[in-house]
């Protein structure tokens, strides 16, 4: 039973444009999410992360939507860059288990 | 600051072998993490260390599988006796305490394939 969804396993753009990347979750315990960004022979590093108590959080070029109702959460890249090219998993963690449960990823390929 | 280390980086090995993992997390780090990651799947958690004590090792399978922090730093995870499924990467986090807004930091992880 998958708790978090990434139902696209990839994703391509061309540079400059607008990168969107979805994230669906099952366990209304989650209050915590999070993107973490992973390179190819590297271990993931943390992106941006989102509190149930808010809607929208953005750094820089990096926004994360949260729609607490369809238990749906997105990630905006805005403006896409080649090295944002990568694999992006969401994680969610909530209730008195702070243990992360991750998405299987969905890889980015910006094109310049 | 030195990030999470992990090694070895690549290891193969024959089923019903065994393999040792070891990590050492960020200085100061009091959690510790083992996550084993499939292809084509996100990270799941195997077990969670704070200081040397195990918080949560309901993934981990114990028949095959262990795991040490025997003096709150470094950290071994050993797989006895190896089966094909195990083959996986395995990551190593480390964060300064428990909780949802402690981030943790991702080793390079170590790539097992089992023959």
């Known amino acids: 039973d998958q708790q978090v969804k990434q139902n696209s396993p990839s994703l391509s753009v061309q540079e400059g444009r607008i990168s969107i990347l979805n994230c669906d979750y099952t366990n209304s315990m989650f209050d915590y999410f999070l993107w973490y960004k992973k390179y190819p022979a590297e271990g993931p590093t943390f992106l941006i992360s989102i509190s149930s108590i808010k809607d929208k959080n953005e750094d820089g070029r990096f926004t994360v939507f949260l729609n607490k109702s369809a238990k749906h959460l997105s990630l905006h890249i805005v403006p896409s860059q080649p090295g944002d090219s990568a694999v992006y998993f969401c994680a969610a963690s909530g209730g008195s288990n702070y243990k992360l449960t991750f998405g299987k990823g969905t890889l980015l390929t910006v094109n310049p | 600051e030195a990030g999470v280390a992990q090694s070895p980086r690549y290891k193969i090995i024959e089923k019903r072998q065994s393999v040792a993992f070891w990590c050492n997390p960020i200085s100061g780090h009091a959690t510790l993490y083992w996550y084993q990651q499939i292809l084509g799947q996100g990270p799941k958690l195997l077990i969670q260390f704070q200081n040397n004590g195990v918080v949560d090792d309901s993934q981990l399978p114990k028949d095959r599988f262990s795991a040490e922090r025997l003096k709150g730093v470094d950290s071994t995870l050993k797989i006895q006796p190896a089966k094909l499924e195990d083959s996986a990467v395995y990551l190593c986090?480390?964060?300064?305490?428990?909780?949802?807004?402690?981030?943790?930091?991702f080793g390079p992880g170590t790539r097992l394939l089992v023959l």
């Open positions: 986090a480390s964060s300064k305490g428990q909780g949802a807004l402690e981030t943790q930091y």
